[in-house]
């Protein structure tokens, strides 16, 4: 199941999304400040609190970013070998495979805002926030990318799904990746170009009417433990 916003009554449902994004900033903060076997404990507790708060499952979560592990893997395995005696470096290994982890606590609090935000909603809050034709761009940026990204994902699923019907999970892995990154990137050009053209006909504009924000009681405990985590990436 793709990542994407489903209506609910979860807290994190309940949260003004500047909230939400504020604490998707300090805990990032935290997670680059602290990358730390102490450090990362604390913070995979919080990662999992966040995803209790939104009602994603860990376990989803992790299927729908499992595109980048083989890169979150591979840096530890290639800091950790030297052209040379010793041949392998454990220390530096063990550093970096801390570091990709540390992304994969990012994503996860990602996915609990992916989940329980509206595109419309995350727009407004980014233009309220960042003033300005900045904020403007910015905001319809992201609302594109919330909306687009999803699509393209379920377009690859069904060019995979369709050439394992074929047989074609039985090609070469080279072959298969070729054939799933040439089809995909071609249905994104066509959807581009339909994206596009169902942004003339509806008359885009660069100042909709945005949903209102508002904070409630609901966000200050989220608010001071934002602040939290920002004074513990500081100090």
């Not at 540390?102 to 233009?127: E, F, G």
């Not at 069904?158 to 071609?186: F, N, Y």
Request: aromatic content about 8%; proline content about 6%; hydrophobic content about 55%.
């Amino acid at each position: 199941m793709t990542l994407s916003y489903r209506p609910g009554d979860s807290l994190a449902h309940r949260l003004d999304p500047r909230t939400k994004l504020g604490f998707q900033v300090a805990f990032a903060a935290a997670a680059f400040a602290h990358t730390t076997p102490q450090g990362l404990v604390a913070l995979t507790v919080v990662a999992f609190v966040v995803l209790r708060a939104s009602g994603v499952a860990a376990r989803e979560a992790l299927v729908e970013y499992r595109f980048v592990f083989p890169f979150l893997l591979a840096g530890p395995l290639i800091s950790s070998l030297t052209l040379g005696a010793p041949w392998v470096r454990w220390e530096a290994g063990v550093e970096s495979l801390l570091a990709s982890y540390r992304v994969v606590l990012v994503l996860l609090v990602s996915a609990a805002y992916l989940r329980t935000t509206p595109v419309r909603d995350s727009r407004a809050a980014i233009q309220r926030v960042v003033p300005g034709k900045a904020g403007r761009l910015l905001g319809t940026g992201v609302g594109f990318v919330f909306r687009f990204l999803p699509v393209l994902q379920a377009d690859l699923r069904r060019i995979r799904d369709a050439s394992a019907a074929r047989l074609g999970d039985q090609r070469g892995l080279v072959e298969r990746m070729k054939l799933v990154g040439v089809s995909g990137l071609a249905r994104a050009l066509s959807r581009a170009d339909r994206f596009a053209l169902a942004l003339r006909a509806r008359c885009f504009a660069w100042n909709p009417t945005l949903p209102p924000l508002s904070f409630s009681r609901a966000d200050v405990p989220v608010v001071v433990g934002s602040a939290g985590l920002l004074l513990w990436a500081v100090l």
